[in-house]
């Protein structure tokens, strides 16, 4: 789960610098990447059910290989373009492909993984397995971004990251091959699809709630009781999608260095803002034990000066630290609706709206970065400006809607 999350934001972390030396129109990069999302959330949901059946451990095994071939061939194509043997079309088609074969297949194994260790732990067990291999998942995409730069190499140069992470993913392969047992899963704990993971991706808790939950009722996208939530995370999604995946594009503008210096100083950013999301999520969130309603507040009011912060910044040092800020806000307002969406429904419905808040974190990163990057190409500072004027008026939304006397507020109160 780790390689498979790495790997992708490693890529994903040097492809605005590789975009650059080929002479590719920075919407192109972000497109190879809303592909992939694409195909990862439609393909997602085949896999985990799937993942409820027999072959757990064929389909894990498929989803690696995926991973395998899909980055190893990115590393192939980008240094043939970067040596000018393929024109920088031939070169953004070919990247095309690879990243549909990790769409396609590499989201085979997030749910193959949970259906396993599912199988594997007992029912007292399951949620902090599960939630392990999720924390995974999750730190896979810092790992990705602060690794990379230390893996542009000589002669590879910056699609080195890429050949790093697929004999990385060839060694989880081997040893799965020859260490993972053949069970079918225990009854009714399965695998649940998992979210695209990208810069600023990290996971809420939902996946595992879906993977353990009941299936006896299903919600639909405009049931009263969660649409708010789902509205919320689907702005503050997109929103962190723009700005995270156009940031490799402004560092090295405003900052005016070589390539290969770039992509160190991208790194560093995106490492800091990742560790910023998770702190939230992992130490404050826990600590100050806030409410659904307040972490949206707080969560959009703080993205929001992080985003016009972004817009001003000058330095690395002043980037990263508006970056974190923007980070650490978006890392409240992810639990903050998925825990507002779950506690607006009966057990018997976690499920299905843990289901829809996954496919919501998912969609955000399909059209999000071509969104974002678009409006990066029309003018520097305005996806960010964008992205903090849309989390301010999400603030207002909430606060008018999300009263203290609002039902769901006050049966969280209650509960």
């Not at 059910?49 to 690696?64: D, I, K, P």
């Not at 397995?129 to 971004?145: C, D, E, K, M, W």
């Not at 405009?222 to 962190?240: C, E, N, S, T």
Request: charged residues 10%; contains cysteine.
């Amino acid at each position: 789960m780790l390689t498979v999350a790495a790997g992708n934001t490693a890529l994903q972390s040097v492809l605005p610098a590789i975009g650059r030396s080929l002479g590719l129109a920075d919407t192109a990069v972000a497109a190879a990447f809303s592909v992939s999302a694409l195909i990862w959330t439609i393909s997602a949901p085949y896999w985990a059910r799937r993942s409820e059946r027999h072959g757990t451990r064929r389909m894990l095994l498929l989803g690696l290989g995926g991973f395998i071939a899909s980055v190893g061939l990115s590393g192939v194509i980008l240094t043939a373009g970067i040596m000018g043997w393929i024109t920088p079309l031939a070169t953004f088609g070919a990247l095309i492909v690879s990243r549909l074969i990790y769409g396609s297949l590499g989201s085979a194994a997030p749910p193959a993984a949970q259906a396993m260790v599912a199988a594997r732990t007992k029912p007292e067990e399951r949620t902090r397995a599960l939630t392990l291999l999720a924390s995974a998942f999750g730190l896979g995409t810092i790992l990705g971004p602060a690794l990379a730069p230390f893996f542009v190499f000589p002669y590879a140069g910056l699609a080195g990251p890429a050949y790093v992470f697929a004999a990385l993913g060839a060694l989880v392969l081997f040893w799965a091959l020859r260490m993972l047992p053949a069970l079918p899963v225990d009854g009714g704990a399965g695998g649940a699809m998992a979210g695209y993971p990208s810069i600023g991706g990290q996971g809420t808790g939902a996946t595992v709630t879906a993977a353990i939950g009941g299936r006896t009722e299903q919600v639909g996208w405009r049931d009263p009781r969660i649409f708010i939530w789902i509205l919320v995370g689907l702005i503050a999604g997109h929103a962190q999608a723009m700005t995270g995946q156009a940031m490799g594009f402004l560092i090295i503008d405003r900052l005016a260095l070589p390539l290969d210096e770039a992509q160190q100083a991208i790194g560093i950013v995106l490492m800091i803002g990742a560790g910023a999301a998770l702190l939230a999520q992992w130490g404050i969130i826990p600590l100050l034990n806030l409410a659904p309603r307040q972490l949206v507040l707080w969560g959009c009011v703080l993205a929001a000066a992080g985003c016009v912060s972004i817009g001003f910044a000058t330095s690395l040092y002043g980037l990263a630290v508006a970056f974190a800020l923007s980070s650490l806000g978006f890392g409240f307002v992810r639990p903050g609706f998925t825990a507002g969406a779950s506690l607006a429904v009966s057990g018997a419905a976690q499920s299905s709206v843990a289901g829809k808040v996954t496919s919501i974190n998912g969609a955000a990163f399909i059209l999000g970065p071509s969104i974002g990057v678009g409006l990066y190409e029309l003018g520097r500072p305005l996806p960010y400006y964008m992205a903090g004027a849309a989390m301010i008026l999400l603030c207002l939304y909430a606060l008018l809607k999300l009263t203290p006397s609002h039902p769901l507020v006050s049966a969280f109160q209650e509960r």
